[in-house]
């Protein structure tokens, strides 16, 4: 007799690495799913789940939200496992202690950061394992400025010893540093190759938009795939390629039949959020993508940005304030197929780039549920599997069974390969895996927010299991779970 302690009967159950697709049960036991098929003969809870779809949890491989009020939103988009990859943390064995410390909804990792590591080695920042330092520096022009040979050793000596202390790969924001020898970038995908550990790259402007740039970003990432054999990941090639995304997927597409290993994510919106004294962000440098300041939105207050007056001292007063950037049109059928072609791209993966909740005031306490009103984010934290799952899925252009593939496996298979062994156990629903399962309504599943209210959680998400125990359950949050464990890679 197969022993349960949760049972969801009856469901369309969607397997997206062998193919799976049919109406079963599913049993769940000491946190794995232990059986697939006909059920138990009895479960401590039994739920009937019939004409809902059950398939493993979605693993977000691109997630700068760290707490846990934003975490909740994101379970309630079907997130299981959340991770801090492209901008990553320093030290991240101090980041791993925090999360622990707390609790979170979901499951959790981070990447060693070259940024943050360049900050300490090249302006002596002092890390703290957090994101909010790299925001808080994100403007200084002392950390973008080239480094010295025993400068980028240390920056070195940094990103090891995080390796050393499981880091799941290397994040690489050349993007906010220009400036960079290319030559440091190729040392730092050589580290990554010398660890069997991908980069993480948001990519440095595009020749087309910056002609006098140091070298191509979409050429200098492929280039170091090629010259390392570095697993190199082009984080949100959506957001950083615009109307040249044609052009972007070409030289991806080029050197991946060549067999070099560069893998792509995006996300389904045309808008993107940063700090908004990023480098490219000012004001002498918005035309070069085809940007005046009223296309930025503020989040500590809400306002498009009305002249390059105000965008320069918001600036100079808060350069680490998060700010909307639309750079595509949604509701224009041309902007929409540009951001369509980074998400069918072969082998894609759907990431959310999710965004740290920005508070009017001062923070309520993150335990504090239902969420408080007046939080600003972008929608993407709130909506992206949704929005997905309603733009790509049943009666879009990849159909359900791969959407789920790029949700969830694509992103697990990517990082099992590089020493984390926790993601052969994800991505998956068979028995063995971990039982971080979603289950959503086909008919209504959809993303609800808006550039303007950036909070409303995805509808038709029924059940969302972390770890066997429900963070979601019949449509609502369960305020007091919190059974996300730590995602690491084999200490390099």
Not at 357 to 367: F, H, M
């Given at each position: 007799m197969t022993v349960a302690e949760i049972m969801l009967r009856?469901?369309?159950?969607?397997?997206?690495?062998?193919?799976?697709?049919?109406?079963?049960?599913?049993?769940?036991?000491?946190g794995h799913i232990v059986d697939i098929g006909n059920g138990a003969d009895h479960a401590a809870v039994d739920l009937d789940v019939r004409g809902q779809v059950v398939t493993a949890g979605f693993v977000d491989i691109h997630s700068h939200t760290a707490g846990i009020a934003g975490l909740r939103l994101r379970v309630l988009d079907g997130v299981t496992t959340a991770?801090?990859?492209?901008?990553?943390?320093?030290?991240?064995?101090?980041?791993?202690?925090?999360?622990?410390?707390?609790?979170?909804?979901?499951?959790?990792?981070?990447?060693?950061?070259?940024?943050?590591?360049?900050?300490?080695?090249?302006?002596?920042?002092?890390?703290?394992?957090?994101?909010?330092?790299?925001?808080?520096?994100?403007?200084?022009?002392a950390w973008q400025r080239a480094a010295t040979p025993g400068q980028i050793a240390g920056?070195?000596?940094?990103?090891?010893?995080?390796?050393?202390?499981?880091?799941?790969?290397?994040?690489?924001?050349?993007?906010y540093a220009p400036g960079t020898d290319p030559d440091e970038y190729l040392q730092v995908a050589a580290?990554?190759?010398?660890?069997?550990?991908?980069?993480?790259?948001?990519?440095?402007?595009?020749?087309?938009?910056?002609?006098?740039?140091?070298?191509?970003?979409?050429?200098?990432?492929?280039?170091?795939?090629?010259?390392?054999g570095a697993h190199m990941h082009y984080c949100h090639l959506n957001s950083t390629s615009f109307r040249y995304v044609d052009r972007v997927l070409e030289t991806v597409g080029r050197v991946q039949a060549a067999g070099?290993?560069?893998?792509?994510?995006?996300?389904?919106?045309?808008?993107?959020?940063?700090?908004?004294?990023?480098?490219?962000?000012?004001?002498?440098?918005?035309?070069e993508r085809d940007l005046e300041p009223a296309d930025l939105t503020y989040a500590p207050t809400g306002e498009r940005i009305a002249s390059t007056e105000r965008l320069r001292e918001l600036r100079a007063n808060d350069p680490g304030g998060l700010v909307i950037i639309r750079h595509l049109d949604e509701d224009k059928p041309a902007d929409r197929q540009v951001m369509l072609r980074s998400l069918e791209f072969p082998n894609a993966v759907v990431a959310s780039d999710a965004m740290p909740?920005?508070?009017?005031?001062?923070?309520?306490?993150?335990?504090t549920w239902p969420l408080p009103d007046g939080a600003f984010t972008h929608p993407r934290t709130t909506g992206t599997f949704g929005r997905a799952l309603r733009m790509l899925a049943e009666g879009g252009p990849l159909g359900l069974t791969e959407t789920l593939r790029r949700c969830s496996l694509l992103p697990a298979q990517l990082l099992e390969t590089s020493g984390v062994a926790a993601?052969?156990?994800?991505?998956?629903?068979?028995?063995?895996?971990?039982?971080?399962?979603?289950?959503?309504?086909?008919?209504?599943v959809t993303d609800q927010s808006t550039y303007k209210q950036t909070t409303l959680p995805t509808t038709g998400m029924k059940h969302v299991l972390v770890n066997g125990e429900f963070v979601v359950k019949d449509g609502e949050l369960l305020p007091g779970a919190l059974p996300g464990r730590p995602v690491r890679a084999t200490p390099r």
């Open positions: 009856g469901g369309r159950v969607i397997d997206p690495e062998s193919g799976f697709d049919s109406v079963c049960d599913v049993v769940i036991a000491g991770l801090e990859l492209e901008a990553g943390v320093s030290p991240v064995e101090l980041a791993y202690q925090q999360a622990a410390a707390s609790g979170l909804p979901v499951n959790y990792g981070y990447s060693a950061s070259w940024a943050l590591a360049r900050m300490e080695a090249v302006s002596g920042v002092e890390l703290d394992g957090r994101l909010d330092t790299f925001l808080t520096n994100i403007a200084t022009p920056l070195l000596e940094r990103l090891r010893a995080d390796l050393a202390d499981g880091a799941i790969g290397i994040g690489v924001l050349v993007g580290l990554a190759a010398e660890a069997g550990v991908p980069t993480f790259t948001h990519a440095r402007d595009l020749i087309e938009m910056v002609p006098t740039a140091l070298i191509d970003g979409a050429e200098e990432i492929v280039r170091a795939a090629a010259e390392t070099s290993r560069v893998t792509t994510e995006a996300y389904p919106y045309g808008a993107g959020m940063t700090g908004i004294g990023a480098a490219f962000l000012a004001p002498e440098r918005l035309a909740l920005t508070w009017p005031g001062p923070a309520p306490d993150q335990l993601m052969k156990r994800k991505g998956r629903i068979q028995a063995g895996c971990d039982a971080d399962i979603v289950v959503f309504d086909p008919a209504t």
